[in-house]
């Protein structure tokens, strides 16, 4: 097959969860375990960091990362979904997989993937620890795609498995609660191995220490150690942001800065932080020179986009892939504080999420142009706008993304600002995401 035929394979043969939802989304490990094992158990041949949580996941991944590789480790990082292309989702020291790899791998193991009939994201974990293990990375991050408890990922024993953070999202799958939400994150902490939660939540916490005492996994909450304070806003020139950081109420990094500079950011830090510090008392070498360069190049180290990417100026315009409930009360909390005469947002959403609670967080005074992302999951853009007329938002629905980024810009002067978010997929379209790294 061609790279784009192996593409199809992948995305129609084998349902997509990101694409067509839960239709997707097969619960368990068996599959997992038969690909690993018939492919020689490449998860036994790398050392790893898992990572979990509701929001904060991926910037926490890609920061740990750049981290490591400004350490002077060769890092492997898996992470989904991807933005434009497949092969974001498997890199190594921040280089994508090859297509001529992922096209080699395929057809060396489609008769198992026949036997098996393992989901898309079942395949692109198999995909990822045979790549890493071929590589022979130090060390890889690795991202839990949904949950975590019967999440494809976790049939790995890393070396300290981090949590980021526990808000509603995927309840249909995951559970109505938070506590029922955080038992199947919690699912990642192996017996005896550390375990990191970013964030101390009064209404889970006890999930996460009945779980570590149950496995006699020590467990540290990283914001009763670390706490990280945003001194600035972002540079418009840089994207960066300066960031101080006390440790137990003590300077730690003081005029930092950091290369993802959404607010939200201030709480995946103090994970990131703790897991290096396990990370350091298994032997790893990781200078606070070394520290600062990861936070500062994040995006340039490890590719990452998306994550309040400023791409254009006068008029501002920000993309940000939050997108549920808990990431956009945070988003618009940073977008209403831009200096702006207008604000104009571009928004999209999938049919599967809470679309009336996200509406209904979105500021009335805005100008709205409703759009939908190239997926069988997207809501239609039509749709989207009554939902939103009938809530007292303005604006109009357009066919494309492109589209409604086009008028947005040209309706926004230079003192206005433009948002284009609600979806990881809308912000996956925006052309000039691409142009700016």
Known sequence: ????????????????FQRVGAAGFKKGLGNTE????????????????????????????????????????????????????????????????????????????????????????EMCVALAFCYFA??????????VGLGGRLDSTNVITPLVSLITNISYDH??????????????????????????????????????????????????FADQIYQAEFTDEPSLTTGRRPVAVTQQGRPYLLNAELGLPGDYQQFNLPGVLATLDELRAQGFRITEAAIRTG????????????RWSIIGTRPLVVCDTGHNAAGLQLVLAQL???PHRHQHLVIGAVNDKDVGG?????????????????IPR?????????????????????GSVAEAVAAARRAANSEDVVFIGGSTFVVAEVEDLYRTT
């Open 1 to 16: 097959m061609t790279y784009s035929e192996t593409l199809a394979y992948l995305y129609d043969q084998l349902p997509m």
């Open 34 to 121: 038969r690909l690993v094992e018939a492919m020689g158990n490449p998860e036994q041949k790398f050392r790893s960091v898992h990572v979990a949580g509701t929001n904060g996941k991926g910037s926490s991944s890609h920061l740990l990362a750049a981290v490591l590789q400004a350490a002077g480790y060769k890092v492997g990082l898996y992470t989904s979904p991807h933005l434009r292309e497949f092969t974001e989702r498997v890199r190594v020291n921040g280089q994508e997989l090859s297509a001529d790899y992922l096209v080699a791998w395929v057809a060396r193991w489609q008769p198992l993937f026949e036997e098996v009939q393992p989901s898309f994201f």
């Open 134 to 143: 071929e590589q022979r990375v130090d060390v890889a991050i690795v991202e």
């Open 171 to 220: 309840q249909a799958l995951l559970g109505d609660t938070l506590p029922e939400i955080a038992g199947e994150k919690a699912g990642i902490i192996k017996p005896g191995v550390p375990a990191v939660v970013s964030q101390t939540q009064p209404e889970v916490a006890a999930v996460f220490q009945r779980e570590a005492a149950a496995k006699l996994a020590h467990l540290v």
């Open 295 to 306: 936070l500062r190049q994040v995006t340039q180290l490890t590719g990452l986009r998306g």
């Open 336 to 338: 209403l504080r831009l």
């Open 358 to 374: 996200m509406l209904a967080l979105l500021p009335a005074a805005a100008t709205y142009y409703f759009c939908a992302a190239n």
């Open 378 to 398: 997207a809501l239609p853009a039509d749709e989207l706008a009554r939902q939103a007329v009938a809530l007292g938002l303005k604006g109009l629905a357009y």
